[in-house]
């Protein structure tokens, strides 16, 4: 595996957090590590995994976790395997050294490559990245072990690239394990998903999650303890969105949002249009997904409270969260202006509170 030269930018890299390959410790997905260490410890280990859950929960650290565990104690039938707690292996074992720096002869990261023309990532895993398999997997693994490729992510992979790999997960070499990450899981090629073994990780607790926070020195030195709070809150058990709504003040942005939506059936319309702007903005996807959040928040508490309402009412407010959010999927699916959605959907709200 290709080292990274110093400096270059890397797409599974968030600022202020290191990679998840550095990350050893694992925080909630006790159940999903137990899974895989009884595979790896029966010695019936899958040669490959489609580990799965949304964006910013765990996934990358949960497989480079397993690959650690894999490259440092190859033999199953091994008494450090057999008397395992967890797949936790100590910071200066010399796996878990070369893994952090990516220098690990059994080692394959496959991901987005840095376009240094452009300055910019590739927009896809490309077909020559996925080739890269064939020598990997062709040759005697370095340390006479297992050979580990991770995929971060799956949903990266252009059409060419998941053919590629389709290849290799059909005729795997004995000591094989494939490690695909996904977001989105049921959009990748029903051969590609057939070939593999499922595991989907659930979002975060939001103690969890600020726990997460709170172990990230740059973040919480950088942040009060109620901005790590507010976010853990309102991050919906992902750590990445956690982190973008600390970048964009989050806190803030709910104030504002709160405050609108508690003089309905009244709309500002200079505070409305403020924050329609404010969240159509580019790289402002956490802050329009917290007003989607926020905004089905208050729907929800309207029909909780639904003993107070007659029934047609409530069915109105139920339809109009079915089609915000079905609207805002939209939105993020086909990259849409996020503005006229924030104004209509205002609109509305005033036009329910009214009745």
């Avoid at 968030?14 to 595979?39: F, I, K, M, Y």
């Avoid at 799965?52 to 565990?69: C, D, I, N, Q, W």
């Avoid at 905004?295 to 047609?312: F, N």
Wanted: glycine fraction near 6%.
């Amino acid at each position: 595996m290709s080292i990274p030269s110093e400096g270059t930018p890397e797409s599974d890299r968030r600022e202020g957090c290191p990679p998840p390959r550095e990350t050893l410790r694992l925080v909630g997905h006790a159940a999903a590590e137990q899974a895989l260490l009884s595979a790896y410890r029966s010695d019936r280990m899958h040669h490959a995994w489609l580990i799965s859950g949304p964006e910013g929960v765990g996934k990358a650290t949960l497989a480079y976790r397993l690959a650690r565990f894999v490259l440092a104690h190859p033999d199953p039938a091994d008494a450090a395997v057999q008397t395992a707690q967890d797949l936790a292996v100590a910071e200066d074992h010399p796996a878990a050294r070369r893994l952090a720096r990516l220098s690990h002869p059994d080692l394959l990261v496959l991901r987005r490559g840095w376009n240094a023309d452009r300055k910019t990532f590739f927009a896809e895993i490309r077909v020559d990245d996925v080739r890269r398999t064939g020598s990997f997997f062709g040759s005697t693994a370095g340390e006479g072990g297992w050979r580990v490729c991770v995929v971060d992510t799956a949903d990266d992979m252009n059409g060419a690239a998941a053919n590629a790999l389709l290849k290799a997960l059909e005729e795997p070499p004995p000591r094989a394990l494939f490690l695909l990450l996904s977001a989105a899981p049921r959009a990748l090629p029903a051969p590609v998903r057939s070939r593999c073994r499922s595991l989907r990780l659930s979002p975060l607790r939001q103690a969890e999650t600020l726990e997460v926070l709170k172990g990230l020195p740059e973040v919480a030195e950088e942040h009060e303890a109620e901005a790590l709070a507010t976010a853990a809150e309102l991050s919906e058990g992902s750590v990445a969105r956690a982190l973008s709504l600390l970048a964009s003040d989050g806190a803030a942005l709910r104030n504002m949002v709160t405050g609108l939506l508690d003089r309905l059936p009244a709309v500002d319309v200079r505070a409305a249009h403020a924050l329609a702007e404010d969240v159509a903005r580019r790289g402002a996807e956490a802050r329009f997904a917290l007003f989607v959040t926020l905004v089905g928040d208050w729907l929800h508490a309207r029909v909780s409270a639904g003993a107070a309402l007659r029934e047609p009412r409530l069915a109105r407010f139920a339809e109009l969260w079915e089609k915000t959010a079905r609207s805002a999927h939209d939105i993020e699916v086909f990259n849409l202006d996020r503005r006229p959605f924030v104004l209509e959907t205002l609109t509305e709200l005033a036009g329910l509170a009214r009745r």
